[in-house]
T-cell receptor
């Protein structure tokens, strides 16, 4: 069965600084990977996804993530954050066959300070 | 499409009462998921359906929780009897297939007093 680990529960950063949110997964088969963002009192919305092909994936709001199969990681990055990026970020994994099951990590709270 | 629609948005109930949460997935999506979000446990998968059939309910906390999907456009999550520790935000999500993203509803904030 697949699983996801987000080691950082909170990441504080100053505005315009770069940020990396870490995500590691576990699965016995090939996977699809996703990053979602949740703003206060809202549902989750997709930032980006890796299905196949290029391991560097670009998403909305200037975010990107890199799939590293050998390290079973899918870290999210942004070169310069804005106050409006303050939110909860979730990594999710789904196996590429046999099941539609979509599992989420526990989330990382990104707090951007002026 | 209006997206995934959940109702009610907020529910306050007394301990011991039955609570029913409702979800309308996006038309054409084959899979439907129920998640529970709490500060302590994050976003937990409770149960998911594929083509209206429950596939994995291993995340359902206990027998007080039940979920149904009578047709492709409607699902319910029922808690009977409810307890204060059930207080959380419950999300419904739907997905077209394995290689697509899931779309989330706005959630139902449940408070059991």
């Amino acid at each position: 069965a697949q699983s996801v680990t987000q080691l950082d529960s909170q990441v504080p950063v100053f505005e315009e600084a770069p940020v990396e949110l870490r995500c590691n997964y576990s699965s016995s088969v090939s996977v699809y990977l996703f990053w979602y963002v949740q703003y206060p009192n809202q549902g989750l919305q997709l930032l980006l996804k890796y299905l196949s092909g290029s391991t560097l994936v670009k998403g909305i709001n200037g975010f990107e993530a890199e799939f590293n199969k050998s390290q079973t990681s899918f870290h999210l990055r942004k070169p310069s954050v804005h106050i409006s990026d303050t939110a909860e970020y979730f990594c999710a994994v789904s196996e590429s066959y046999n099941t539609d099951k979509l599992i989420f990590g526990t989330g990382t709270r990104l707090q951007v300070f002026p | 499409d209006a997206g995934v629609i959940q109702s009610p948005r907020h529910e306050v109930t007394e301990m011991g009462q039955e609570v029913t949460l409702r979800c309308k997935p996006i038309s054409g999506h084959n899979s439907l998921f129920w998640y529970r979000q709490t500060m302590m446990r994050g976003l937990e998968l409770l149960i998911y359906f594929n083509n209206n059939v429950p596939i994995d309910d291993s995340g359902m906390p206990e027998d007080r929780f039940s979920a149904k999907m009578p047709n492709a456009s409607f699902s319910t999550l029922k808690i009977q009897p409810s307890e204060p520790r059930d207080s959380a935000v419950y999300f419904c999500a739907s997905r077209e297939g394995m290689n697509t993203e899931a779309f989330f509803g706005q959630g139902t904030r449940l408070t059991v007093v």
